[in-house]
């Protein structure tokens, strides 16, 4: 995607341009709802918060800066958008640390499974990471968004981007270990 | 299976940390340059980075099963934008203005795989929007935010994966199509008509668009 092209939309849409964020939101909603729907994971609240992220857009493209790509500003949006959903949702402040460490505890891979289907069993082990660590993931592999972007996103130094990457994937080879999946680091 | 000392080991290592942004080509050259000489100089890192790669494709897998955001979501949002009140009020169609835009980005600009990349987003978001019957109010319609009643026989259809969302975009609007579904099984997408369209004659159409069609058959068969 053109960010070039993205930024000429965001200025158009700080002069009230509706046609503006229709186009931005074409070329956008697909990615930022599944971003946000791998954070919530309940589809109507998912596309409550998209369109949440655009209608902000909408009132607030005027303060965009520049200093990012425009997909990392929205996706920045949408991750306080979907923190702050959770947050209520559980009714207490969410420990991102806390998460972290967490795995999520839905379905346990099934290994006699795993011999059968090794490619839907490592997607599910993907799906069973911390919040902290599917965040990072998707953000690295499916929103290829670079270190400092990521940084930018979450609110964190670069180094810490790095390091929780490394831990995401390691925490990954440790749940294809169990479930039965042997494979180089990690 | 790396042991977990070569792990911790790697956790100080700058090119292993990097590993991921190198396999997505998001690294500045100099930290390029870095990751290449440390995968010359250890030849076994080229398992750890091929593990990278399959991380990244499962990740990508997990992230395109889940579906498009709905239809009904830009008629939504438009709403909500409409009833801000400040919105400036357009003369021209959605449609022609997300293409000019969407053209505007196409292989010149982008290269032709990205331009399928941006074709495949708003297919999939099945949001080819078009200004309801040329109203100029603002009240908006998106592909497959219609109303059912006013969509007739529908066709399976697969388009040529150099097929850009320009080429798609005018097919449908030639053929007053609208997408109701998809993509699903592989890529394909069902389309709606207009209720009076004789489905044979109008699939015979679209295999002669051989430029963007690749695959059209009566929804069913």
């Known amino acids: 995607m053109s960010d070039q092209g993205d930024r000429e939309l965001i200025a158009r849409i700080a002069k009230k341009d509706a046609t503006a964020v229709q186009a931005l939101f074409t070329s956008h909603q697909t990615r930022i709802f599944r971003f946000v729907m791998r954070l919530v994971r309940n589809e109507a609240v998912a596309e409550e918060l998209c369109n949440e ?11 965009y800066k520049g200093q990012s790509a425009v997909s990392t500003w929205l996706l920045s949006i949408a991750r306080n958008k979907a923190i702050s959903q959770l947050r209520k949702r559980s009714e207490s402040e969410l420990d991102e640390e806390q998460a972290a460490a967490v795995p999520d505890d839905q379905d346990t891979p099934d290994v006699e499974y ?3 289907n090794k490619a839907e069993l490592m997607r599910r082990c993907i799906d069973q990471l911390s919040p902290a660590h599917k965040e990072i993931i998707d953000l690295v592999y499916y929103q290829e968004k670079a270190v400092n972007e990521v940084a930018e996103i979450l609110d964190i130094p670069p180094a810490t981007v790095k390091t929780r990457m490394f831990y995401a994937r390691k925490q990954l080879t440790e749940s294809f270990r169990a479930a039965g999946i042997e494979r180089g680091w990690p | 299976m790396m042991s977990d000392k070569v792990m911790e080991k790697a956790e100080f290592n700058e090119a292993e940390l990097l590993l991921p942004w190198y396999a997505t080509g998001k690294l500045s050259d100099q930290e390029m340059r870095i990751v290449d000489e440390y995968l010359a100089d250890h030849p076994e890192a080229a398992d750890r980075l091929e593990s990278v790669r399959e991380e990244q494709h499962l990740t ?21 934008i409409a009833a801000e009140g400040d919105a400036r009020t357009q003369s021209a169609g959605l449609f022609e203005r997300i293409g000019a835009y969407l053209t505007a980005l196409s292989p010149q600009a982008m290269g032709v795989a990205a331009a399928a990349c941006v074709a495949l987003l708003v297919v999939q978001a099945g949001v080819i929007g078009t200004m309801v019957g ?15 009643a006013l969509l007739g026989p529908v066709a399976i259809v697969a388009f040529q994966d150099t097929a850009t969302v ?3 975009s005018n097919l449908l609007g030639e053929t007053n199509a609208q ?16 209720k009076d369209t004789d489905l044979d004659a109008m699939i ?3 295999l002669e668009r051989k430029e963007v069609v690749k695959l059209a058959l009566r929804s069913g068969s």
């Open chain 2, 166 to 168: 320009t080429d798609i």
């Open chain 1, 53 to 63: 992220v655009f209608l902000e857009v909408w009132r607030k493209a005027g303060t």
């Open chain 2, 204 to 206: 015979a159409n679209l």
């Open chain 2, 134 to 148: 040329g109203d100029r109010s603002g009240s908006f319609e998106t592909a497959t935010g219609g109303s059912a």
């Open chain 2, 60 to 80: 990508i897998e997990g992230n395109e099963a889940i579906r498009a955001p709905g239809a009904s979501a830009l008629k939504r949002l438009m709403d909500d």
């Open chain 1, 114 to 116: 795993a011999k059968q």
């Open chain 2, 179 to 194: 997408i109701v579904r998809g993509p699903v099984n592989g890529g394909t997408y069902e389309i709606a008509f207009p």
